[in-house]
């Protein structure tokens, strides 16, 4: 998100999700469709069926890259260097978008330099070890579609080189001129239902609803309570996609522009709205338990099973004075409450979600509350009173509209009425405008095409060594994490259907033939896996879906939490783990189960 | 494309050019008896039963594309003889036990066979003499051979939606079946569970394990990953019995996977939390709502006098609405805490 931001001005799924079917060129990244977004699986297989070029660069042989034009079968956390190494080819013939890169870039002589520079295909080849004829081709077929779009979901955002990874494929579709077009774009593939809503509703520690900024400084919480002086980084991105649709005073300067926004909400709420900088989520699993809150409202959320290194998350919150955890079933976490509140499924409740395709669409109670659970909304509502705040909610619309309200540049026009058939697309400022299936192109009013920050601007990402943990003789595995078809994040939902635990009902590591024969283990063995954080026991799928010397495992199941052995290091843009690399080592399992 | 006018039983229609007889016929409202066809599929004209009679020659209507000036009949001795033959063809090896069959009232063998006519005991010489197993090892789906009419949409359901490509003919004469690879259970084969075969399935050979009918439907989101599918909730005595794809939805187009179309039961599980929880002595035990209420936000209170405002943290969730999310922000950014974040990192 801050990746695709930095250069566009908005952080979303550029093109719709009906756009994949026809598109000339798909590049795939660190993505696995087929299982984890199915229904844009079906889409890309459609569009190779009808003619359109594939290239998948994964670690693992996906299904998809069995049928894709090339795969790029790179070394996990190499992404950078094999971005580079495709913008070189595309530099080195001279198949950029010339046209494009003068009307609507920035910066785009110091990349071409960097990158000559830098990254040619051979020594690329060496880092990555992917043959350079492979990435040749792969550039080729990219830069030379009419129309390509780009994909990439955790495998390119969950390590701590992300942001370098966003902004590198994000340099490939500007240079290529795939941006504001049909078929096009760069578009992270989000992996639950609404958590695009949840980031534009400002549940995230440094913006209000509608990415509004709410401090201009750039610190974080601890910088700014270690005294230390106000970086003057501005919030440019957030100020300027603001001003984007005219709502901001032009009178007010970038660096005012979060106190004026703070003041609007403050209004609106009726309380004065601090400035001080939130905690991450890392924060508050943070190694050192200074840096932890005191009491923590956890909402719909297993951080004992979804965050890295589950065993700290666990000491974290039971550390805590007091947890509060509000779910619809007993989760790992709440185990772990002072209070659980019953809330209400999907099923039981109204509201709306924001998927993928930046769609906000309408969510319908079908049946009553289960017992005496409450909708979220109403749980929040009821401790708002108690709490002596100002205000009173009646009902999701009306909330709703109070987003509208205050975040106009994207959901202005989205009254509940418009949304009910097929929703609409953000941005939506006016209730007479058709939304915007796709981003950085012409308005609806017929301006000339823009990004949404106005100009695209090239950055120059290095590709680090460093960013990753490196196998060692003591830890001669890479343990990389995925998520199955069958099951969903830590199976709070589908770990109660039967069906889908009879279809698979136990984790299955995936490892390399090569690696199981040379380690004595069989197809049903079961092996202990170790990093410097912890271990855990697991049964192994034996597949050549895996390269030599790389393990998959899911998080979905409880037995076998391969969160447990992730390495908590972070992104330094934007505060994401490194999930997708940690060293291991395995051992086969004395008893077999 | 330029439109072209042509002719069925004596009615003028005009359609577009490269369009079938059996797409402009069904456009105006005329029926022509059909079977393996199907509207999301390319026309297959494997049953035979949408045959017509066009400027003289009988072709299947469902590929035969209209031509300026043609003169179709859907009728007549001839075309009525030959439907009707194809459609007993097809139901001589139909086990029909019709009121107990999931698909009762929505086959299309029953729609066709009743506007044709049909007379089971001419073919029943080539009826097969033994009932087949029905594959039950798909813990959603079950595929009943009996029933099957080997029309093949399930096969180019499977081919052209999804691209999974897990079943295809298998064998001849009466031992012709939809079979996966080497004729393994579906369970074993490379079969996702989607469904997409199933729900176009036209008799009851593929159906949902346990499927009742709904008293009412309720268009609503998928709650799983971030594709945000529409799809319609069954629901009958408060629980939900089924979900549908939503034809109308510019995301899926009535399509699912596994998780969407079979992973709801949750909803209904007996481990639902039904009443708040405080834990006493290590033990949960249940409390009331303003008991618990009161309790929550007394905490609150103690701990942000104590530690100042910014010791309350939030998490919040990727599965709870907008709505949901936006109120507990303003909850605690109220509260003087900018602490809050989801796993939108995980």
């Known amino acids: ?593 | 494309m330029g439109t072209i006018r042509f002719f069925i039983d004596g009615r003028e229609i005009t359609v577009t050019e490269g369009e079938t007889i059996l797409e402009a016929a069904s456009k105006n409202g005329i029926y022509i008896p059909h079977v393996c066809h199907h509207p999301d599929l390319k026309p297959a004209g494997m049953c035979r039963v949408c045959v017509v009679e066009a400027d003289g020659l009988l072709v299947p209507a469902c590929r035969a594309p209209a031509a300026a000036g043609m003169v179709v009949k859907t009728g007549g001795n001839l075309v009525n003889k030959m439907q009707r033959l194809a459609v007993e063809l097809l139901a001589t090896n139909h086990h029909d036990d019709c009121l107990a069959c999931g698909k009762n009232n929505a086959c299309k063998l029953q729609e066709v066979a009743q506007y044709v006519g049909v007379d089971k005991q001419r073919l029943t010489r080539f009826q097969a003499q033994e009932l087949r197993p029905v594959d039950d090892s798909n813990p959603f789906i079950s595929r009943d051979y009996n029933k099957c009419i080997l029309c093949g949409i399930c096969v180019r359901a499977c081919n052209e939606i999804t691209c999974i490509e897990a079943i295809d003919y298998a064998f001849r004469g009466y031992a012709a079946k939809i079979s996966t690879l080497s004729d393994k259970p579906l369970q074993d084969s490379k079969c996702t569970s989607c469904g997409e075969c199933m729900v176009r399935c036209p008799v009851g050979a593929l159906l949902p394990k346990g499927g009742v009918q709904a008293a009412y439907e309720v268009k609503t989101v998928c709650p799983y990953c971030g594709c945000g599918c529409g799809v319609y909730l069954s629901v009958r005595e408060g629980k939900i019995v089924g979900v549908r794809g939503d034809r109308e939805s510019k995301v899926n187009e009535g399509e699912l996977c596994v998780k969407g179309r079979f992973g709801y039961s949750f909803v209904n599980h007996a481990e639902r939390l039904t009443a708040p929880l405080i834990k006493r002595n290590g033990r949960f035990e249940e409390a009331s709502w303003d008991e618990a209420l009161d309790l929550v936000a007394n905490k609150f209170r103690e701990i942000q006098a104590e530690y100042g405002p910014e010791s309350l943290g939030g998490l919040s969730s990727a599965r709870v609405t907008n709505e949901d999310n936006y109120l507990f922000q303003k909850l605690l950014r109220s509260l003087g805490s900018n602490s809050i974040d989801h796993c939108a990192r995980l």
């Open chain 1, 1 to 593: 998100m801050v990746g695709l931001a930095t250069t566009t001005g908005s952080g979303a799924m550029t093109n719709p999700i009906s756009d994949i079917e026809n598109c000339q060129a798909i590049f795939v990244i660190g993505s696995n469709p087929t299982e984890n977004h199915p229904i844009i699986g079906y889409r890309m297989q459609r569009a190779v069926k009808k003619g359109a070029k594939l290239i998948v660069a994964d670690p693992r042989r996906i299904p998809l890259a069995e049928i894709a034009d090339v795969h790029l079968q790179c070394r996990p956390g190499t992404d950078v260097a094999l971005l580079n190494g495709m913008m070189h080819v595309i530099l080195r013939y001279g198949l950029e978008n010339k046209e494009f890169i003068a009307e609507r870039t920035n910066g785009f002589a110091q990349l071409k330099e960097f990158i000559m520079e830098g990254y040619g295909v051979e020594s690329v080849a060496a880092i990555t070890g992917v043959p350079a004829a492979a990435i040749e081709r792969a550039a080729r077929l990219y830069a030379t579609a009419d129309t390509a779009g780009i994909f990439y979901c955790m495998g390119v955002t969950q390590h701590t080189c992300g942001t370098e990874n966003v902004l590198a494929l994000t340099n490939l579709a500007m240079v290529t001129g795939n941006f504001g077009k049909p078929h096009a774009g760069v578009n992270p593939l989000r992996g639950q239902n609404n958590v695009q809503g949840a980031c534009d509703m400002g549940c995230l520690p440094h913006v209000l609803p509608g990415y509004q900024p709410i401090h201009s400084d750039g610190t974080t919480y601890w910088q700014r309570m270690a005294g230390q002086a106000e970086a003057d980084a501005t919030d440019i991105i957030s100020a300027l996609e603001f001003d984007y649709y005219g709502k901001t005073p032009q009178s007010v300067p970038a660096n005012k522009v979060s106190d004026h926004l703070r003041a609007k909400f403050s209004r609106a709420w009726g309380v004065e709205l601090s400035d001080v900088p939130g905690r991450t989520i890392n924060d508050m699993f943070h190694p050192n338990p200074r840096r932890w809150c005191k009491a923590l409202y956890v909402v719909g959320e297993n951080p004992v099973l979804s965050s890295p290194d589950s065993e700290h998350v666990r000491a974290a919150l039971t550390a805590l004075d007091f947890l509060v955890v509000q779910d619809i079933f007993l989760t790992e976490t709440a185990e772990l409450a002072d209070v659980v509140l019953p809330a209400t499924s999907f099923a039981e409740k109204e509201g709306t979600f924001i998927n993928t395709e930046r769609r906000v669409q309408r969510v319908r109670r079908a049946i009553p509350p289960t017992g005496q659970s409450k909708a979220d909304w109403e749980i929040v509502q009821a401790l708002a009173k108690r709490l002596n705040l100002p205000w009173h909610h009646q009902s999701p619309q009306e909330i709703w509209d109070e987003v509208r309200q205050l975040s106009p540049h994207y959901f202005g026009g989205m009254t509940y009425e418009r949304l009910d058939r097929q929703g609409l697309q953000w941005p939506c400022p006016t209730e007479d405008h058709p939304g915007t299936p796709i981003m950085h192109r012409r308005s609806w009013r017929g301006e000339t095409d823009k990004f949404a920050c106005g100009i695209g601007q090239f950055s120059t990402v290095d590709y680090r060594p460093l960013a990753t943990e490196k196998p060692d003789e003591e830890y001669p595995f890479v343990l990389t994490t995925a998520r199955k078809l069958y099951h969903y994040h830590t199976r709070t939902m589908t770990g109660k259907v039967e069906g889908l635990n009879e279809l698979l009902n136990e984790e299955r590591m995936q490892i390399n033939p090569k690696d199981a024969q040379r380690l004595g283990i069989g197809a049903n063995d079961t092996v202990r896996v170790s990093s410097a954080r912890g271990s855990v026991k697991t049964r192994v799928a034996i597949t050549d879906q895996v390269p030599e010397g790389t393990v998959c495992m899911s998080f979905h199941f409880a037995e076998s939490p391969a969160n447990v052995l992730a390495d908590p290091a972070i992104c330094s843009m934007s505060v994401i783990s490194e999930l997708k690399v940690s060293a291991v080592n395995i051992r086969k399992s004395k008893r077999q189960v």
